[in-house]
């Protein structure tokens, strides 16, 4: 398998050996549950969740308190959606074509049982938000980057231009692909929700972060052991956050790993050289059409008169893996008039030597 070249990062990143041992030597020396034991690997466990939390809030601006463990992005997002709807009304929410399924789909279902009302944020030429005419919302969902396109939007400059329209609007961003590729700073973005997984920048897949702004003004949505104080009976005291949406057994082991994972990926320049060659090459050869441009972090393309699928199994067969499909976005597809599309995006492990194998590989599957 080490043959292979891998040019998926962006569908899943992979593991670096200092990750891996971290979750090993979690598991063979610490491993514990954590708020639950006074041993002394219980004490151990409660220190590496105490700073792989602090890491974390450290990487994306803000404080520990404000950092939720989730399972990933879609988990978060559908617990964002169930936390504000449990918490109060929810009138207009505006979501957008550049969305991922997970982004958009839990509040379409919110708006089919009935429960709020959906408008679409415009998109401009390049299918870029279009901050300069955000509609009135009470809820606004934000993709920060999309992952058939790889371009970050103006997160900033997004919400300032949505709270213009509404002051009290719930910005919730999506920062799945975005965190892969730019810095995080959720004080500077002004966000009440902010969500990405751990497995986007090499860390082990089960773990993800949800950021929630003022944690207090919400009520949980799980329960459970470790999110409460005192249980008298029927009445009980909620545990402040982050304990308190954090009920049951948190996914420690790859909890473990995720600090390692934020730390290399940080150092890593992002592999634009490899991209910009890959490019380069991809415009030379005319039945290719490329969905993004030259400053993308990621290239989309079709190919005339070949299917993407078989595309893909002609690529694999050579030991190639790039991501084939929707992307878990259909809407931008559909407004590019496809189906489906051909995604490279690439890691720390690439090198331009294997840049320039896949460029050989396409131009002769192209012939």
């Known amino acids: 398998m080490n043959k292979i070249i891998y040019l998926d990062a962006a569908a899943s990143a992979l593991k670096s050996k200092s990750v891996i041992d971290a979750e090993r030597d979690f598991i063979e020396n610490s491993y514990a549950n954590t708020g639950r034991g006074v041993c002394a690997r219980a004490a151990a466990a409660d220190a590496m969740l105490y ?4 890491s974390v809030a450290d990487f994306i601006g803000t404080d520990a308190c404000n950092v939720i463990f989730t399972s990933g992005t879609t988990d978060a997002m ?9 918490s109060r009304d929810v009138g207009v929410v505006a979501v957008s074509d550049i969305d991922h399924h997970s982004a958009r789909m839990p509040w379409e279902n919110v708006v089919r049982l009935g429960r709020a009302k959906m408008v679409k944020i415009p998109l401009t030429e390049k299918y870029d938000l279009d901050y300069e005419n955000m509609p009135f919302a009470d809820v606004m969902v934000i993709t920060a980057m999309s992952n058939v396109l790889g371009v970050p939007q103006d997160v900033k400059k997004i919400i300032a231009a949505a709270r213009a329209k509404n ?7 999506d920062a799945a692909q975005y ?7 959720v004080r500077e973005w ?10 986007k920048i090499g860390a082990n897949t089960g773990v993800g972060v949800m950021y929630i702004k003022d944690p207090d003004s919400y009520s949980p949505d799980k329960f459970g052991g470790g999110m409460v104080q005192t249980i008298s009976g029927d009445d009980w005291n909620i545990d402040v956050s982050p304990n308190k949406f954090e009920a049951g057994t948190l996914p420690l082991t790859q909890i473990a790993g995720l600090p390692i994972a934020i730390r290399e990926w940080s150092a890593w320049s992002g592999g634009a050289d490899i991209v910009s060659y890959i490019y380069d090459e ?12 030259r400053d993308a972090k990621i290239i989309s393309f079709v ?5 993407i699928l078989d595309f893909g199994a002609l690529i694999g067969a050579n030991d190639v893996c790039v991501r084939v499909g929707n992307m878990c976005a259909s809407w931008v597809h ?15 492990w690439n090198t331009m030597d294997e840049a320039r194998a896949v460029v050989d590989i396409i131009k002769g599957i192209l012939k």
């Open 190 to 199: 002004g966000c009440d929700f902010m969500c990405f997984s751990g497995h």
């Open 303 to 307: 190919i005339s008169d070949m299917h």
């Open 334 to 348: 559909s407004l590019m008039g496809i189906d489906g599309s051909v995604r490279i995006s690439v890691g720390p």
């Open 78 to 86: 559908n617990r964002i959606v169930n936390i504000v709807c449990g």
């Open 179 to 185: 965190v892969a590729h730019a810095q995080i700073n």
């Open 282 to 293: 991809l415009t030379k050869m005319p039945r290719i059409k490329l969905l993004t441009n």
């Open 51 to 54: 700073s792989a939390r602090k």
């Open 167 to 173: 002051a009290n609007v719930i910005t919730i961003v």
